[in-house]
């Protein structure tokens, strides 16, 4: 009973969030004539109805909220709070070093220490707006899945599908672009790649230490990053290789990472044993 009462939570969930960014952009045509310049009410609605929407399951479940992963458990974790905050530094350090190495990258208007300022000042808003997207998508449907004890694999590929559809509208319409549509479609592309690349890391962060910081930490880091990108240049197609986020190499060294924290967790079961 307690298990199908969790599928049910789950499918839920993730039909609102799949449909919440369609939802904010179908109010935004709405209101088309009402807004003022700037106002994006369906970003907000597509950033807040999944979060929202695991408040009021766990309300309507009468589920507690310890297991939402809102408590920093910073006794035992805090090693996992500092590699969280430098990995995507040292990927990013990595490629600028392969970059300049193979002259790929132009570092010649490299600052690090305004790179350092302006990277700070995105990092908080960045931090702000990833609490929601853990707390949605760790705390409520990552611990969801773990209570099911279906197997890891199909864990990560859950978690990485239904994030990813969640992101489609925000890709396609809501992420303001003066590109063209085969540039969104790329776009699309590229995160489906990055987002399933990225699922056992920030699965396995979560599940090491039943917390959703560790992986705001994360997810803050790597999005305030790119400011990099007005600092450096990379060559035409060798982003594909040296891109500190999406490229091939970042998304390899995260897929390792993904499988030691992996191996980690399970010794640690072991040993508990």
Partial sequence: MENRNIKKSVIVFSIVAVSSGWIGILVEKLLAGHLKEGDTPGMGLWLLFPVMTAILIRVFMKNGWKS???RPKFKGNVKW??????IFPIIFIIVLVLGYITNWTDMSKLDIGRIMFVFLGVFVGSFIKNIFEECAWRGFLTERLIKLKISDGFMYFITAIIWFMWHIPYYLVLLSSNGTSENRIKLLIIA???LGCWSMMFTELYRLTR?????VVLHATVNSLVVIND???????????LSYNTGIISLAICICVGICLRRYRKRQIIAIC
């Fill in 68 to 70: 939402l992963g809102i």
């Fill in 81 to 86: 709070y500092i590699i969280s905050a430098i």
């Fill in 192 to 194: 489906f790649i990055t």
């Fill in 211 to 215: 917390s959703i910081w560790p992986c």
């Fill in 231 to 241: 600092y450096i240049s990379i060559s035409s197609g060798k982003g594909l290789f």
